[in-house]
């Protein structure tokens, strides 16, 4: 079982010869999920060899250009490399008429299907679900419409203890009831109880992507105990009312939400043009919060380590 995020960019809105603008690459049990999809994303899957025709779904948290403006290159490849499997765009509804515009200027009729999911409008609404994981939107306050996302790993069933399986002479077609927590009853009616014949699995991940915005109390619960929360650094905490004038956040706010919201491990990114160094955004962040992580371009975070 994977679980793993490669980070393709972390830099914000003016680019930076050193960092690609926002995106993300989350594989789950080897389906590949993008977040945001920058200028340049599509050489940065090249660069470090992750074949982005296995992307299914590509999440757009808002439409400033940093974390979109590579999506149409990335389409116009996918269909020049001959892709005719669907491909699902979850972005606010403004972007399929852009991304329609660019594709009958350059008259394009692409060799695969292409859906749109407008993102609601409403808070921690499933926007998208499968047999891996599901996707919640969480609504950001930036200074225009925009989303943070939440995937949830699906609980794993539970493993059966194959000794305990024997004893009992227990049926083989028996056995998806026991992983789904059943109990057994044996041919005198004896109830043998679900825990002493199987074990817990794993325990399913969580990630949440929380870009562009100022920080709100709100998002404590909504990210209580999370395994990794990625959570913007526009700026250091000496640049608190620029936050807050560009709907951004600060080093100490991140670890502030980290810290309050109980997440294990906080993962910082969107780093304003300014910071040659990005270790000094690392380091005073790391005073509030221990388990920071940097983001950098080619950087794999597997959720084993958590």
């Known amino acids: 079982m994977s679980f793993r995020l490669t980070i393709l960019g972390s830099s914000s809105a003016i680019p930076s010869v050193n960092r690609n603008p926002t995106s993300q690459l989350l594989n789950v049990n080897e389906r590949c999920y993008l977040i945001d999809c920058g200028e340049g994303t ?57 991304i329609e ?7 394009t009729d692409l060799n695969y299907p292409l859906f749109f999911h407008p993102l609601p409008e409403s808070d921690e609404l499933i926007i998208h ?29 539970r493993k059966i203890v194959r000794s305990k399986v024997e004893e009992y002479n227990i049926p083989h077609d028996k056995l998806i009831s026991l992983q789904n927590g059943s109990d057994w009853i044996n041919s005198t009616g004896e109830v043998i109880k679900n825990k002493s014949l199987t074990t817990m699995n794993t325990k399913p ?29 526009t700026f250091k905490e000496d640049m608190l009312d620029r936050a807050r ?7 100490f706010q991140a670890a502030s939400l980290a810290k309050s919201s109980k997440a294990k491990n906080l ?36 959720f084993k380590q958590f």
Not at 129 to 134: G, S
Not at 219 to 231: A, G, P, T
Not at 285 to 296: E, G, I, P, R
Request: glycine residues 4%; charged residues 25%.
């Open 129 to 157: 679900e499968d047999d891996n994981i599901k996707v919640s939107n969480i609504i950001l306050d930036h200074t225009i419409k925009c989303s943070g996302f939440l995937f949830e790993e699906k609980k794993f069933s």
């Open 245 to 251: 004038q560009t709907g951004h956040s600060t080093t």
């Open 267 to 302: 993962l910082i990114g969107h780093y304003s043009k300014r910071y040659k160094d990005t270790s000094e955004l690392l380091i005073e962040t790391k005073k509030y919060f221990k388990n920071t992580f940097l983001s950098k371009s080619g950087m794999v975070l597997d």
């Open 101 to 107: 515009i660019q594709l009958q200027a350059a008259n």
């Open 205 to 233: 991940k969580r990630y949440a992507f929380c870009t562009d915005t100022r920080y709100s109390d709100l998002l404590i619960e909504k990210f209580k105990e999370i395994d990794l929360l990625y959570y913007e650094t």
């Open 42 to 98: 599509q050489v940065q899957l090249r660069k470090y060899e992750l074949n982005f025709q296995r992307i299914n779904h590509i999440f757009i948290s808002h439409l400033h250009g940093d974390h979109y403006f590579g999506l149409i290159g990335l389409i116009s490849s996918m269909h020049l490399l001959g892709r005719n499997k669907d491909l699902h765009i979850h972005a606010h509804k403004e972007l399929e008429a852009i």
